[in-house]
């Protein structure tokens, strides 16, 4: 196991499209996040998943996105009717069952949406 | 409403020198914060963790001290090497939040040789 890995690395996508990112986390770790990050911002937390149910959701993220991870295993994070505003790099991050805090990264994805 | 600050400037500093960053924050009780690094285009990696009820902790060159009185952490390289040159992002959580963090918007260190 390599660490947490996403896919695409980059999306290029037309305003409006419907866009899916997928994210593999490492096999021993129950939790899953999402963040979102913008040029110049730290990520900021969009939702979090333990095992496969969904625990929280940020207020950022509005109807268009939705978010799964059946089985506890991988991770989906869609975009419908993407905006200009969605552009950003999308990162998943797993951890182990607590006392796990330490929290790893994939490579993020980097949504462009023109 | 929940605020962490650090320094949006870059931080120059030459090879050889302690390069030190500050993270502070405000209406929030942390239980623990991480540091992290990023190198562009890539996912935040972790560096460190303190808690609370901790003072300081370090790590080879690292060192990360909490002062939950003034509300900051202070994160220091020695030694520094052109290699540490990123971004270096803070990072809170509560107890009891399933580790979910709060990014503040991390600081560019720039280490010259």
């Known amino acids: 196991d390599t660490g947490v890995s996403q896919d695409p690395r980059h999306k290029i996508t037309k305003r409006g499209q419907n866009v899916t990112f997928r994210c593999d986390p490492i096999?021993?770790?129950?939790?899953l996040y999402w963040y979102r990050q913008t040029l110049g911002q730290g990520p900021e937390f969009l939702t979090y998943?333990?095992?496969?149910?969904?625990?929280?959701k940020s207020r950022l993220l509005s109807d268009r996105f939705s978010a799964e991870r059946p089985k506890g295993s991988f991770s989906t994070l869609e975009i419908q009717r993407t905006e200009q505003g969605d552009s950003a790099m999308y990162l998943c991050?797993?951890?182990?069952?607590?006392?796990?805090?330490?929290?790893?990264f994939g490579q993020g994805t980097r949504l462009t949406v023109v | 409403s929940q605020k962490i600050e650090q320094n949006s400037e870059a931080l120059n500093i030459q090879e050889g020198k302690t390069a030190t960053l500050t993270c502070n924050y405000t209406?929030?009780?942390?239980?623990?914060l991480q540091w992290y690094r990023q190198d562009p285009g890539r996912g935040p990696v972790f560096l460190l963790l303190?808690?609370?009820?901790?003072k300081e902790k370090r790590k080879e060159r690292l060192k990360v001290t909490f002062d939950t009185t003034l509300k900051q952490s202070l994160f220091h390289i020695t030694a520094s090497q052109p290699a540490d040159s990123a971004t270096y992002l803070c990072?809170?959580?509560?107890?009891?939040?399933?580790?979910?963090?709060?990014f503040g918007a991390g600081t560019r260190l720039a280490v010259h040789p």
């Open positions: 991050a797993s951890s182990f069952p607590p006392p796990g805090t330490e929290a790893f």
């Open positions: 096999s021993e770790h129950n939790r």
């Open positions: 998943f333990q095992n496969e149910a969904q625990l929280e």
């Open positions: 209406n929030y009780s942390p239980a623990y």
């Open positions: 303190i808690r609370e009820n901790e």
């Open positions: 990072a809170l959580a509560r107890v009891g939040g399933y580790n979910k963090l709060i």
